[in-house]
């Protein structure tokens, strides 16, 4: 879509976006090229600066792009640009304490793959891209300081000067995809009968490096999302273009504060990740590990999304923990939705169809938030159990022969849009579909069992009664 879709009947807005990370960024390109006039408010400097890119190492997860975020980069005509820029992994690399591996794929029926792509390369794309159009202005180090949402004024605070100064912008549309801690969400909060929860968990990450061969290439096997499951800790890796991988240990909070000296923290890694460590190197790790602090892991739920002519989207609306790897493609797949409602019900006014946006978004957001919850089990414990890999194995067998009729969870997750409760909704069927044909099955089996027994019984019971006659008889 682009400018040209924007009809009589559905006037050209003028929208300010609070946060220009990758979220707020890719509304903006969205946005502009329907032809509203969008004015995007980012707190922190431009990240494509000199200085920005030299902080960046450290600060975020790698991403894992599937096909919502897809589907959203395709609506900004930007989906080829990334996925040439990214690295296909087909599966999980499972790394055994051992140091056996083993792969499983996502999905082995059809081969689907997610990408892994740079967190501060996507920004600057979408940035550069929202940039282009003559209808989007970026204003960066502008925090939001103040909103007026029934009335769509908000109030923002430059502090690129030495003296920081207020500007005051009126809007048709004002939407926060300010991050976890929103500033917009925090105004709407006061506002009765808006519902919010957040929940940090006990459990801490840590960014590290997996540095390049000496030839360049990858040091593991590059197509594969790479697991270190120890139970009730982790260590994950996702390759990057240069040959690195950037690997995230995710631990209890308490074990990182066991970990504070050279000799604990290679006594540590020597005994769970013994394989990690020499592809890393023990003098690197030390020194990444003693320099950096662990980051915290939070997960937002807020209803409703909107207020007036306000609505949150992305983090501010659902922040959620990254073992699902749906941050991203979630949050994408808010502006893809917002767009089509607004397509949809153009006629309507613009706090009538936030509404609606968010009635339909919300059971949604809850819906992955807490699906993401649940994969960190999967990802440091269950994928080493028997039951798990039985389980999965079915699962793949009868979508192989059942298509969409049976379709697993990851896959409708992550390889389609079906919406996240549905996918919940789904999977709960097939759980009771299995309990069924399990109660069945040992029904079958017990009869069965039965049944020889009796069998075993009568005959054996026969023999001896035979034997004992020919013995009174003699």
């Not at 006594?267 to 003098?283: N, Y």
């Not at 069927?429 to 069945?440: E, F, I, L, P, T």
């Not at 099955?441 to 019971?461: E, Y």
Request: glycine share 6%; charged share 20%.
């Amino acid at each position: 879509m682009d400018s040209a879709s924007l009809d009589n009947q559905q006037a050209r807005k003028r929208i300010v976006i609070a946060g220009g990370g990758l979220v707020g960024a890719l509304c903006a390109c969205i946005m502009g090229r329907k032809g509203h006039q969008v004015d995007v408010y980012e707190s922190r400097p431009d990240p494509r600066s000199e200085r920005e890119q030299a902080l960046a190492q450290g600060r975020s997860i790698n991403l894992a792009l599937s096909a919502r975020g897809r589907a959203a980069l395709a609506r900004a005509g930007l989906e080829d640009t990334v996925i040439s820029q990214a690295i296909p992994m087909r599966g999980r690399m499972i790394h055994s304490a051992n140091g056996s591996k083993k792969a499983i794929l996502y999905d082995p029926n059809t081969e689907q793959c997610i990408y892994s792509v740079s967190r501060q390369f996507l920004n600057e794309i979408l940035l550069s891209e929202a940039e282009k159009n003559p209808n989007v202005s970026l204003h960066f180090s502008h925090k939001l300081v103040e909103s007026k949402v029934d009335k769509g004024v908000v109030t923002f605070r430059n502090n690129e000067n030495i003296v920081p100064t207020e500007v005051e912008i009126e809007s048709d549309l004002i939407i926060g995809a300010d991050g976890a801690h929103s500033a917009l969400r925090q105004a709407m909060l006061k506002r009765p009968m808006t519902n919010f929860s957040q929940m940090y968990i006990d459990h801490a990450y840590m960014e590290l490096r997996i540095p390049a061969k000496e030839n360049g290439q990858h040091a593991m096997d590059t197509h594969y999302l790479h697991i270190w499951p120890r139970n009730e800790f982790m260590l994950i890796a996702l390759p990057n273009l240069d040959g690195s991988f950037t690997a995230t240990l995710f631990m209890p909070i308490p074990i990182f504060g066991e970990l504070q000296s050279a000799e604990e923290v290679e006594a540590f890694f020597t005994r769970e990740f013994p394989d990690a460590i020499r592809v890393i190197g023990k003098e690197l790790l030390i020194k990444d590990f003693l320099s950096s602090r662990p980051s915290h892991l939070i997960s937002v739920k807020c209803n409703p999304l909107n207020a007036g002519k306000g609505v949150l989207v992305g983090d501010a609306a659902h922040a959620m923990v990254p073992f699902y790897g749906q941050g991203m493609n979630a949050g994408f797949e808010d502006i893809l939705i917002l767009d089509n409602i607004f397509d949809i019900y153009k006629h309507e006014p613009v706090e009538k169809v936030l509404t609606r946006f968010s009635q339909s978004r919300v059971p949604n957001a809850h819906a992955i938030c807490e699906l993401a919850l649940y994969n960190y089990v999967e990802m440091r414990c269950l994928v080493n159990q028997s039951v798990f890999i039985l389980r999965r194995f079915l699962d793949y067998r009868l979508h192989k022969y059942f298509g969409k009729k049976w379709t697993p969870l990851y896959n409708n997750v992550t390889f389609s849009l079906t919406p996240y409760s549905e996918c919940i909704q789904h999977k709960k069927w097939q759980d009771q579909v299995m309990s069924k044909v399990k109660y069945a099955s040992w029904t079958v089996l017990s009869f069965t069992t039965l049944s020889a027994l009796i069998f075993w019984k009568d005959f054996v019971q026969t023999r001896v009664h035979d034997a004992l006659q020919l013995v009174s008889m003699k």
